[in-house]
């Protein structure tokens, strides 16, 4: 994983949240300064915030769906 990816946000939901669970280890450790442990909460958060994106990009894709026409529409169950 370079550097660069993750800055770009490409990295996957699966990628990000192994991250989180690194930072979070690191920071229960309590062995962490008090400034590096400020920059990493800032980072956790950073993830969260995409992490928070791609599910709610998700949820709106499952609420589509592919009409007759090839367009995407919103799903919903007549009753």
Do not use: W, Y
């Amino acid at each position: 994983m370079t550097k660069n990816k993750e800055e770009k946000n490409e990295l996957s939901f699966e990628e990000n949240l192994n991250q989180l669970e690194e930072i979070v280890k690191n920071l229960e450790s309590g062995n962490v300064p008090l400034d590096d442990a400020i920059d990493e909460f800032n980072r956790a958060m950073k993830i969260v915030k995409v992490c928070d994106e791609k599910l709610k990009n998700a949820e709106d894709s499952i609420h589509k769906i592919l009409n007759k026409d090839g367009k995407l529409e919103d799903f919903s169950v007549e009753e």
